[in-house]
């Protein structure tokens, strides 16, 4: 199998069978971001205490890439300190617009999927979608202390 084909298969697979997908019950907050070039929706939930995300879930609508990326970014993130999130958040912007190596910062290693993304550089607003979501929520989450 080509490493095109793998990336597909790992993104279709995230799309389908979403993880962490949903609202989380009683969140400390939640935003909902767009991206009108593709028609994209992520809204996403966070529940924060003692400054971990306990629990981060995600909903929406729009293309493989922004719904796989979104479900790959809530398995990087749920259960890790708020700064850790912060810097993979940030991180992950630098991977996309080709500024820093790219690397797997999911334990699954499925996030080397997104790689392939890059070579379409119309699809990296699809991506980051869901990250940027999460800092606002992050914000949002930290401002409702
Ligand atoms: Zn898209």
Avoid at 51 to 77: H, L, N, R
Avoid at 113 to 133: D, E, S, T, Y
Wanted: charged share 25%.
């Amino acid at each position: 199998m080509s490493m095109e084909n793998l990336y597909q298969q790992i993104i279709l697979d995230h799309y389908k069978n979403p993880r962490n997908f949903g609202e989380v019950i009683g969140c400390t907050s939640s935003v909902e971001h767009e991206n009108p070039l593709c028609g994209d929706q992520i809204r996403v939930a966070v529940h924060v205490s003692d400054g971990k995300i306990d629990d981060v879930k995600f909903s929406g609508k729009g293309c493989a890439i922004s719904q796989a990326s979104a479900s790959m970014m809530t398995e990087t993130v749920k259960g890790r300190p708020v700064e850790d999130a912060v810097r993979i958040v940030e991180q992950f912007r630098q991977m996309m617009r080709g500024e820093r190596e790219f690397e797997a910062l999911d334990e699954a290693g499925e996030m080397e999927a997104l790689k392939g993304v890059m070579q379409f550089p119309v699809r990296i607003k699809c991506a980051v979608l869901a990250w940027n979501a999460l800092e606002s929520c992050i914000h949002a989450a930290e401002e409702a202390k």
